[in-house]
DNA sequence: GTTAGCACTCATAGACATCGAGTGCTAAAT
DNA sequence: ATTTAGCACTCGATGTCTATGAGTGCTAAC
């Protein structure tokens, strides 16, 4: 196990490495106010911490920086807890500011608040639709082939999509399907929603209709549309600014990946657990994400989980602001949503 | 006035430095096919080319680079007219491979092809709604105090927004209300609704309806969002690939242009003449994109003008490639959409 | 156990030489 | 009167060398 002494080290080094991005050599140690003993004794502890692999040298003689198991290290043990400023509170705040009723611009916004305060990428997940309610179903028709079919939920989230009817059916018999439609299915979960239909509503329909068939495997198809929560981003660019992008490869490989929507989107999925998550460097399965560091939290309304929130920045990442800000964001926004939508 | 040969060279270096980047010298020139006389003629024609301002050198003795009135002119006078092969048109034909009869997905699609075969970065501003004529208006009760308004087009587009529903109003003045908004302002223009509510609706309502002024002003400001043609980027990444940009500051300053979806909206916005349209470096009026050109095309339904297609690159585009390319993807894309659209 | 001292390493930066692609100019060739 | 060969010159790029200095590990003294 390390010592106090050791820990205190390895906390100043990483401390001094997210604030200069410079390798951080002894003699530069001795003299912070922390350390009391000298860079001789510092140098010894030094070789310690590099052999059990906590911090690394970027050539022989240079001073270390902080590997990935000290990051991981520092993260699960060494964070300084942090005091926000009231101007960081403000801007957190100002999320709320405009009664913005919309879900989806509340959730933006908070992209790129967070990317302001952090100075770093940030993602938010967008809602998800899929356990949503069903408030209303309508067809309308656009001409004779084509129709353009809409589902409202409980939060006030908004689906459309354009369909094609089959001939057989008469407007008469499409007013009547979307009554029983709505009779049958209003409150159930969008992703219950084919499932409902097949087993529940097929045979009322059967009953009513002509040519139901036909209908139902556009509608079905149509229900069947599983929204994928939006991602929101904010501060793509401010990754140029940090000095370890410097290299355009580098840019390029973390470009790509965010711009790669899918995967990027999968791995925020999987991010789903309560409370601050961080991944390190590789520990980011996905490619191009090596240099990198991922910190999520989630929101929710009430009980229920909603989306999560997220900022991406360089390993060398100021983990306890960032980790500060998030948590505060991810609760206010749990607390507002809860109040908006709370009472439906 | 150039002299023929004075042309040809001037053509002669501009592809030749379009192709590889590197400047052009006469000794590099007098090796080219086309070219039949010696390197001391053309560094005396260069010279001159140089003094009229077409080219210029990046240092003392370096060779010629196309200055932007090198460009312009040969954008205007001397592009060698490129035939697509066929796996080029082919790429082109799968954005309406599947039957998508949603213009977004069509558009967006356009967008990330267009990038694709060009390799630089592609924006497709999707249609223009405010044009569209309303089909429907809807608004569907959440709970006490809000509602969703949807706005459906005559194109299968659907507007939606949450509003607050003044306590004043009961569920069936509400309906009524719908009821008189959609007997009055079916096929009415979105951009005209509000100046028609005011003018021939409010009156009828005021017949109607009770507390019927609080109601109005909600439904005026709903149906007054102009909604924004959206969008659509492709290859944003592929700057990154270009060899100009391997300065970070310059790859910084396009990006924020990007990003900065505002200006960079507004200037697309003024693209809208009909046919190719060319801005080469600091024509373009926006900061930070100096070292860019902009290629642009339009597409219709019919004689009505939909939205612009542009690519975005380096200075050094393949300005040949990219404006036939454009010109094709803006005519197959308007002769697939007047095919769908048209008959409404 | 701690520290002073010292030899050693290596990235960084500046000075300097070399190379080569390119130029402009002049004088000869066409 | 053009065109071209020849030549001196420029300047970015590349490579070598040398100092500098921040850093290390190790040893011996405290």
């Not at 050791?6 to 912070?32: A, E, H, M, N, Y």
Request: hydrophobic share 35%.
């Amino acid at each position: 196990m390390l010592t106090d002494r050791q820990l205190l080290i390895l906390q100043v080094i990483i401390d001094d490495f997210i604030r200069s991005g410079q390798p951080v050599g002894s003699r530069t140690l001795s003299k912070k106010e922390e350390i009391t003993f000298s860079s001789a004794t510092i140098r010894n502890e030094m070789a310690d911490l590099e052999e059990l692999g906590y911090i690394e040298k970027t050539h022989v003689s240079s001073g270390r920086v902080p590997s990935e198991k000290g990051y991981r290290y520092y993260v699960d043990h060494l964070l300084s807890p942090q005091r926000l400023t009231h101007e960081d509170i403000a801007k957190i705040k100002s999320i709320f500011a405009e009664r913005i009723y919309e879900l989806e611009k509340v959730v933006q916004k908070s992209a790129q608040i967070l990317s302001d305060l952090t100075n770093y990428t940030s993602i938010v997940l967008g809602p998800a639709v899929k356990d949503n309610k069903l408030k209303q179903i309508q067809i309308i028709p656009l001409n004779k082939e084509t129709a353009v079919a809409i589902i409202v939920t409980d939060t006030g989230h908004v689906e459309n999509r354009v369909i094609t009817i089959p001939a057989s059916i008469n407007p008469s018999d499409l007013e009547k399907m979307v009554n029983i439609l709505n009779e049958r299915l209003i409150g159930v979960p969008l992703v219950d929603l084919k499932d409902k239909i097949y087993k529940e509503v097929a045979n009322v329909l059967r009953a009513h209709i002509r040519n139901y068939d036909s209908m139902l495997k556009t509608i079905s198809d149509t229900l069947d549309l599983q929204p994928a929560e939006k991602m929101f981003f904010g501060g793509k660019t401010n990754m140029l600014s940090q000095p370890e992008f410097n290299d355009i490869e580098k840019v390029r490989s973390i470009m790509t990946v965010i711009e790669q929507e899918k995967d990027f989107y999968n791995l925020l999925r999987k991010h789903n657990k309560q409370g601050i998550q961080v991944t390190i460097g590789k520990e980011n399965q996905l490619r191009g994400m090596e240099n990198c560091s991922l910190i999520t939290a989630t929101y929710s309304v009430g009980e229920k989980q909603l989306g999560t929130i997220a900022v991406l920045g360089p390993t060398r990442m100021e983990y306890s602001r960032v980790i500060t800000i998030l948590n505060r964001v991810a609760s206010d926004l749990s607390t507002v949503l809860t109040q908006w939508y709370q009472n439906n």
